[in-house]
């Protein structure tokens, strides 16, 4: 398990397969997310982001850098976050399917690998994919 302190630069790769990216909290089951929440949660010293351990299975969790709101990918997919993070989760987490359009369900071809810095997300795996979401600004509709 790799994690860090809130906001700072943070890895993770994970092989090919279907994924959910967005805020975990949507999609994972209450008993699955206070797991999580164990892991994140630093006693007094605040929050830690990267990789951590649900039902067994890898998953990837970052801070965003404003806190709850709607965030954008570079071609325009809508993020919402209620929980102050972004994270990936193996389809096989997601419990609470009636909520995937508050994020984006990934078939991922290839292995690849996931950061976390200060609030950018960027999900790489050198072929195909590249997604960022920059949670600087916050999405607002017109």
């Known amino acids: ?18 994924y959910y990216l967005g805020d975990l909290c949507y999609v994972l089951t209450k008993t699955q997310w206070d797991e999580l929440m164990g892991q994140v949660i630093d006693g007094g010293w605040g929050c830690r982001d990267g990789e951590f351990t649900v039902d067994g299975k890898k998953v990837f969790l970052g801070t965003t850098y404003i806190g709850d709101g709607t965030y954008l990918d570079e071609i325009g997919n809508v993020y919402c976050v209620d929980s102050g993070t972004i994270g990936i989760c193996p389809a096989e987490l997601m419990a609470n399917t009636d909520k995937l359009e508050l994020g984006k369900k990934l078939d991922i071809e290839n292995s690849f690998m996931i950061s976390s810095d200060n609030g950018v997300f960027i999900i790489n795996d050198n072929h195909d994919l590249f997604k960022t979401i920059d949670t600087k600004e916050e999405y607002k509709e017109d």
């Open 1 to 18: 398990m790799k994690t860090v302190l809130s906001r700072q630069h943070v890895n993770s790769t994970f092989e090919a397969g279907t």
